[in-house]
């Protein structure tokens, strides 16, 4: 029963697993995402019609920011402890392996952040329909950041400079995700169609999804050997 | 504002100095950067040789 | 002549070749851009709408073609050096990331110049505008990533994998912010708004070539830099002239 999809529900298995045993790195970006998102109001005021416009951006710019923080986590791990050398050596594609664990760090950092846009759109008094579109861009968005930064931490394994050199390499590589995520947004608040966005947004996922594992894979080859 | 005065005033002073002073200071540091590490490496580079000379 | 193209792909023959051709393109550079100068500030007239501001293109124009031109060349070498495992490749690549990322600077800043008398304002968040500091970026994080990896053979091939990935992602980039400056309208006024005199397109193609050669100057010194850095436990740089001494 060694089908590729078998092997890629191991992989997620075991970092699930992996992670629950770690919960404070999980909850620790989740904070972070949280008090970040809070800082704004802190910093540029209260009025309530100006953090209703900020909002999307606030949200998906702290989104990014956590993302960030959270990819170093990604292979180092199993770098550390050498579990990343006997992955390299395996017969079936490193690929699947690579999307098993993009899969499980989105489930653990992205997905939170997802089910966390209620109460925060909430702080920035934002309408139900846009809080719901936030939350759709971040489902569609969220995967995507992870993926991309997948080929940064995969690059900058064991690096000194460490998560601000990946943060470095890979926040411009998402900035089109950004903006059409807000677009998508602003575009539900201010009665416009969305649909563009989506499937911009949506396109851009299906891409990553395709090329991401592989390039990940050479990366962490390159970064191995 | 003071600056927007002058700068209307005397525009070609404004590009000149502006634009093209700075432009050509990068250039210049650039050319001077890129010279010097040429010096510093060839030096490494006899120190290296020397060293390995008097084994 | 056949000239056997394959030879000049080895550090040991690229190096003398790179020292002979320097001197010209230097040369030509400088030549070039007093002409392009000359015929910028002298024979082309003020422009109608903008005086003598618009004369700023001459210098913003070439630096900002020469930023994105640099960093497909650079992607170009460095995706033949992780494919081909050419070292030289490599090594052009590292010599010509600086140019490129102070080239999108210095488009940066006049283009910032320039919307000041234009816009009133330093900086406005057009699309071309915020493409080149995405550029820049992307620029930083190469010669960051290659700064941060001791081992030179990674460092080129991580590097490498990181400029593929980037070039792939500049058209990405491109469109989702013209995209995202349309929506959210600001001015829509345009650089090359009025079509431009002869004189003016002559001015700026004698830049253009002048920035180019000094970019071709600059990278193949630099690359003989890294070529001694890297080489330097080999005979043949062992019984250069400038190392003998």
């Known amino acids: 029963m060694k089908t590729l999809f078998y092997l890629l529900m191991l992989v997620v298995r075991r970092d699930l697993i992996l992670a629950m045993r770690r919960r404070a790195d999980v909850l620790t970006t989740l ?25 999307p951006g606030v ?15 990604l292979f180092s791990a199993d770098y550390l402890d050498g579990t990343l050398e006997q992955m390299l050596l395996v017969p079936q594609p490193l690929s699947m392996l690579v999307l098993g664990k993009i899969a499980s760090h989105w489930m653990v950092s992205g997905l939170p952040l997802v089910l966390l846009t209620p109460v925060l759109g909430l702080q920035f008094d934002m309408s139900i329909a846009a809080i ?10 969220t995967p995507i950041l992870s993926m991309v930064g997948a080929i940064g931490a995969a690059l900058t394994l064991g690096l000194r400079g460490g998560g601000v050199l990946l943060s470095l390499l890979v926040l411009p ?53 | ?17 502006g634009s093209y002073g700075v432009a050509f200071l990068i250039f210049a540091i650039e050319i001077a950067m890129v010279l010097h590490k040429r010096k510093i490496t060839l030096q490494q580079v006899r120190l290296m040789h020397e060293a390995s000379e008097e084994e | 002549m056949a000239i056997n193209w394959f030879k000049y792909a080895a550090p040991i023959n690229f190096y003398p070749l790179a020292g002979k051709l320097i001197p010209w393109f230097a040369i030509l550079s400088a030549l070039l851009c007093a002409t392009g100068l000359y015929l910028g500030f002298v024979v082309a007239p003020a422009d109608a709408t903008q005086g003598e501001f618009y004369r700023i293109i001459f210098i913003h124009v070439p630096s900002s073609i020469l930023s994105m031109f640099l960093y497909m060349i650079m992607a170009a070498y460095a995706a033949m050096g992780l494919i081909f495992n050419t070292r030289l490749s490599s090594m052009m690549a590292t010599a010509i990331a600086p140019t490129g990322a102070l080239f999108t600077f210095i488009a940066l800043w006049t283009g910032a110049l320039w919307g000041k008398p234009m816009w009133g304002a330093w900086w406005v968040w057009d699309a071309r505008l915020t493409s080149e500091l995405i550029l820049l970026f992307l620029y930083l994080g190469f010669i960051s990533l290659h700064a941060s990896i001791d081992d030179p053979r990674r460092a080129d091939r991580a590097a490498a994998l990181l400029a593929i990935v980037g070039s792939v992602n500049v058209p990405i980039i491109y469109f989702s912010v013209k995209w995202w400056n349309t929506l959210h309208q600001g001015s829509t006024i345009k650089f090359t708004g009025t079509s431009m005199q002869i004189t003016m397109q002559q001015a700026m193609f004698t830049m253009l070539a002048a920035c180019w050669l000094y970019a071709m100057a600059i990278a193949l010194t630099r690359v003989r830099s890294i070529i001694l850095e890297r080489e330097r436990n080999t005979q043949w740089v062992a ?6 001494q």
């Not at chain 2, 003071?2 to 000149?16: E, G, K, S």
């Open chain 1, 31 to 55: 904070i972070f995402f949280v008090m970040v998102v809070s800082l704004f109001p802190l910093g540029v005021g209260p009025e309530t019609d100006m953090l209703r416009k900020m909002a």
């Open chain 1, 59 to 73: 949200l998906w710019v702290a989104a990014l920011l956590s993302s960030m923080l959270s990819l170093g986590r």
């Open chain 1, 132 to 141: 719901g579109m936030l939350m759709l861009t971040l489902l569609l968005g």
């Open chain 1, 173 to 225: 590589l998402c900035i089109p995700v950004l903006i059409f995520g807000t677009g998508a947004v602003q575009a539900v608040v201010s009665g416009m169609n969305v649909s563009a966005h989506l499937s911009l947004m949506g396109a851009l996922l299906v891409l990553a999804l395709v090329f991401t594992p592989w390039v990940t894979a050479q990366a962490l080859r390159i970064s191995m050997e």
């Open chain 2, 1 to 17: 504002m003071n600056l927007d005065i002058w700068m209307h005033a005397h525009p070609l002073t404004y590009v000149l100095i």
């Open chain 3, 239 to 244: 019984e250069l002239a400038e190392v003998k």
